[in-house]
């Protein structure tokens, strides 16, 4: 016996994020941690909780164990509920057979049962890997107003911009007359946020149809939303206002790492009215050491810091010993950094050791080659040995070796 | 069942009135420690540690405090349908109102909660202790030595200040035999120190509690150990480790301080024995332009634009530009303001501290300022 529900999120966590290289070989992208103790998941969880949605599918596939070790039983996010509450929904093996999640819309589809206990009359999707802060009750009650069969969250993108991304043409009332995808010459610059609200009802209809079509990517941008459209659903979209970001390559996540740094940046994660929840780490608070340098940065429990910090994020458990320096850097959870060892522009995944006296990255003004000049990565479990020096732009899964 | 189990009873309000001010608004085991714990987290965590997951929290009064912060025991992975935390709060019947005189009037109050336990052991502890204890080895040592009774010790100075708060335990250095416990001694050096902290058969406890409760006597060491020196097999336990005992503001402070230290922070908080402690989700802290740090402890959700140095701060603390702190523990949400300088002070929760003030106390008399106040 389930109670029905108003409305039920999806969230799409089952994408490999291939540009993310290293940081994804063992995790999926969501599940990449962000912002000095966050993975990227907490901030779409959060929002459907800070939204009044107490029920979340998450569709996993790739790598998906850190993932569902870190999901839990949603405890963290409040989501450890009797009555609905979040589940890890991977694909399963059927009567007929059994079948990987082959796009966003089959993920779903392959879920109708799940999305029916509930019996909701809308659903949100939502994909885990964009950083922002949003009310869906706000969009919930734009769609009601509206009337709409689906309600597509969009953003304001700067006019050049626009080509990159999938853009909304709407009528002034904001109802869509016309999707395109990375289209070259924009008309618009609303850009699709990759957040949907549907009616069940037409979403479900959809769905089936798009399932039996055999030339179809089972896919919502490509598929699913035009098919709607060119049936004459009412299909709007939702203006967003804010800080959002997708943080699908190495330059965007370093880049939202470093908006959290900037005050002018209108993401605030210290207001105690839309907290982002995440699974605490059990440890003691950080230490600066006397002789020890911070500024401009994030740092948080379980760091001990004996080394200059400068627009850096420091995620938990971190140690940097004296004389090491580390600059406009982001170093995941208990990694160690010896003494001496510089590390500028780069990313540094969870547990590596950096030895005394390496050089992680560099900055951009010192690079003669500015085209060939990028943050660098060091993967997770990596250790750098003592004077290693390793050139911008690179990315590290392999331990290297010491200079003697 | 398992066997040999252990279960602990903690004492959350005894030592209320060493702290003063700390306990006016809480009770001892809910006063703020180390930026982010409480000291009941510390006896709290060496007991799920130790396999102990029976655990009773007797409380007494202003417990508010101490039940938000416990809540139902999820964050010491207590919240059990198979034992877990219990709190128990007095328990007043015909027999009396249920504010109790001392532990043993305590324990009677929670006698049905321990009869209903199938536990062959209790571990009776107070919140006064800083320590990270590993109490597997106490209940081992008490097994293997056949006694009824093991009480905890550790070698420390006595100081004058601190005697109304402090027992000594004589010990035959060979056997580990306790020869005689004198409470308030008038003695000084260093001495077997009583940790609070005492393991006892089950039964046997019940067995004193009923007789406390036929002889009207409340006090656990006083009317009920005491008398029983000689008669029982009474011994003596070493805890080798960091252990500091809280009995006013000035051993507040000192305790605190403890932390700055690499080697105490390394015996407090051992990767395989973490401090739980209740979680509130903060943002990691965030360093401004002009923060200077230096041989400082902090917790997550503060905001440091200013210099801080020898200090403790709790979750949630601003620190404005051209602000010094020195030697300082500010407490949770407490706000200062710009081109203020604090030295010596102990800020409690929710503390307001406006621009450009100063406040200057002493390392042998910090200065307090309450819960709430604006300055």
Known sequence: MFCKKEWI?????????????????????????????????????????????????????????????????????????????VFVLPPYQKSSGSDWYTGTANAIYQNINFIER??????????????????????????????????????????????????MNTYPDGTIYEFEEKPAHPKSNLASMGIYIFSWDKMREYLIRDEQDPSSQKDFGKNVLPAMLADGQKMVAYPFEGYWKDVGTIDSLWEANMDLLDPNVPLDLYDDSWKIYSRNPVMPPHYIAQGAKVENSMVTEGCNIEGDIDFSILFSGVTVEAGAVVHDSIIMPNTVIKKGAVIEYAIVAENCVIGEGAVIGQRPEEVPDRDNWGVTVVGTGVNIGNGAVIPPKSMIDKDIEGVR | MRENKTMGIIFSNMHDSMLGALTEVRTTGSVPFGARYRFIDFVLSSMVNSDIQDIGIITKSNYRSLMDHVGAGRDWDLARKRGGLVLLPPFASSAGNGIYRGRLEALAGASGYIRYNDAKYVLLCDCDIIANVDLRDLINTHIRSGAQITMMYNRQEVHRENL???????????????????????????????????LIEKQLLERLINEGKSHDSYSLIRHAIQPALGKLDIKGYEFKGYAAKISGLKSYLAANMDLLRQEVREELFPKERPVYTKVRDQVPVKYGLSAKVSNSLIADGCIINGTVENSIIFRGVKVGKGTVLKNCIVMQNTYVGENTHLEYVITDKDVLIKDARTLIGCDTYPTYIPKGSSI
């Not at chain 1, 540009?19 to 000095?36: D, E, H, I, Q, S």
């Not at chain 2, 000594?168 to 409470?183: A, G, K, N, S, Y």
């Open chain 1, 9 to 85: 999120a999806m969230l799409l966590a089952g994408g490999q994020g291939s540009r993310l290289y290293t940081l994804t070989r063992n995790l999926a992208k969501p599940a990449v941690p962000f912002g000095g103790k966050y993975r990227i998941i907490d901030f779409p969880l959060s929002n459907c909780v800070n939204s009044g949605i107490d029920t979340v599918g998450v569709l996993t596939q790739y790598q998906p164990l850190v993932l569902n070790e870190y999901i839990g039983n949603g405890q963290p996010w409040d989501l450890d509920r009797s009555n609905g509450g």
């Open chain 1, 118 to 167: 509930y019996d909701p009359e809308y659903v949100l999707v939502l994909s885990g890997d964009h950083i922002y802060k949003m009310d869906y009750e706000k969009m919930l009650a734009y769609h009601k107003e509206k009337g709409a069969d689906c309600t597509i969250a969009v953003l304001q993108v700067p006019m050049e911009e626009a080509s990159r991304f999938g853009i």
């Open chain 2, 164 to 198: 109304r708060d402090t027992t000594v335990l004589f010990c035959d250095p060979e056997t580990m035999d306790i020869t005689d416990i004198q409470v308030r001694p008038d003695i000084s050096g260093t001495q077997n120190v009583y940790m609070d902290t005492i």
